[in-house]
């Protein structure tokens, strides 16, 4: 193991001066809530980083399991009176941890598999194989990402399935891993930009001119992360973006409906009203809002690595969520990584279902 140095924390040295210890993000952190401890807390983990920065602590294996239970849901960046970009912070403090070997041996296991099989899950078939649809030249692309090609399938199968009878002349793409879990691990740059450079490279090879995603950890990287370090020549829509723009005739379902909000679409990118468009589309369906909703959303815990790292403590955060959606019959919400976990949420009560709402729409259409 290499000699630690603070490379990537460098950058982010001030805004590490900026925290105040006031605390405010105490109230929402949820690796908080599960773990009880204020090292694992936005808070704690700031002070984690001065620490580093400063040469007063080295990174030991508390260290590192504080930085890494972080689910990096963002909700400690909307609540900080001094705006501290708290998530930048600490993917730049893994970034240093991964440089000099300290990596957890899950996450070095993930993205080994993506430089090998150009998915983090070692599976050895391409995407297009496993979709069983060759890509073509056409004007729409849809990206389905790695989580619900192999493992969520229904996502990927249904947005397929929407498209198809929408009558949208589509392709799939030859894709790989779009990178996010690597870059939220905190994996070396230029392993990030090379996934980037052939994903954009093999879309515009299509002549695609909107792209449209299932997965909300993939819009994020395409929507906000791509344009930071490549050229993207095509317009990035969420599946849920693109629903709302047709004029969608939904059969009526019956039941009390919920909608969370995926971290990486609705923080970190915005998209709030498009699912609740189109969920209010369903004829018969009663939708309520879950107290904290929107932007005040709490994370389902699957995100940042924190499901593969640290299962107990994903699975913690996802029982909260559920409690919170006691009143629905259905919690609805539009990413695979959130589906899965909350479903684990569920710890195996059968009188609600998560439910992916490009499921959902396809059994309605
Ligand atoms: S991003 Fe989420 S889990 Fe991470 S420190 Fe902030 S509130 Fe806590
Ligand atoms: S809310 Fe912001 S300033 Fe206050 S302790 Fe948390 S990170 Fe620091």
Redesign the pocket.
């Known amino acids: 193991m290499s000699g630690f140095e603070t490379v990537n924390l460098e950058a982010v040295r001030n805004a590490v001066n900026v925290c105040t210890m006031c605390g405010f ?1 105490k109230s ?5 809530k599960a773990i009880g401890w204020d090292s694992a ?2 808070r704690g ?1 700031i002070i984690l980083s001065y620490g580093l920065l400063t040469g007063d602590l080295r990174p030991d294996d508390s260290v590192v399991e504080n930085m890494y239970t ?8 909307r609540r900080c009176p001094s705006k501290v970009k ?2 930048d912070i ?1 993917e730049l403090c893994r970034a240093d941890l991964v440089k000099s070997g300290h990596i957890l041996p899950k996450h070095r296991q993930v993205c080994e598999n993506v430089l090998k099989h150009n998915n983090p899950f070692g599976e050895e078939k391409s995407v297009v194989e496993t979709l069983g649809i060759q890509p073509k030249k056409a004007k729409i692309g849809y990206f389905a990402g790695c989580t619900a090609t192999y493992r969520s399938k229904k996502t990927s199968q249904a947005s397929l399935s929407i498209l198809k009878k929408l009558g949208v002349d589509f392709t799939t793409v030859d894709e790989v891993c779009c990178g996010s879990v690597m870059q939220r691990i905190g994996w070396d740059e230029k392993d990030i930009v090379a996934l980037m450079k052939r994903n954009v490279d093999a879309i515009a090879s299509l002549g695609v001119e909107t792209l449209v995603l299932s997965c909300a950890g993939c819009y994020r990287m395409f929507k906000k992360e791509y344009p930071k370090h490549v050229d993207v020549p095509f317009r990035v829509l969420h599946m849920t973006e693109f629903l709302a723009e047709q004029d969608l005739k939904l059969k009526p379902m019956e039941g009390v409906a919920t909608y969370h909000d995926p971290c990486h679409l609705g923080r970190h990118a915005g998209v709030y009203e498009e699912p609740r468009k189109i969920i209010a589309a369903i004829p018969g369906l009663e939708f309520r809002e879950m107290e904290f909703n929107r932007s005040v959303a709490h ?1 389902c815990g699957g995100g940042g690595g924190v499901r593969s790292a640290y299962p107990d403590e994903s699975a913690a955060i996802a029982r909260t969520r559920i409690e919170e959606a006691d009143f629905a019959d259905y919690i609805i919400t539009t990413c695979p990584f959130c589906v899965s976990n909350l479903t684990l949420g569920l710890d195996g009560r059968t009188d609600k279902k998560v439910v992916d709402l490009m499921e959902l729409v396809d059994g309605l259409l």
């Open positions: 993000c929402v952190c949820p690796s908080f807390l936005s983990r972080c689910t990096t849901c963002a909700d400690c960046e708290i998530v600490i994370c």
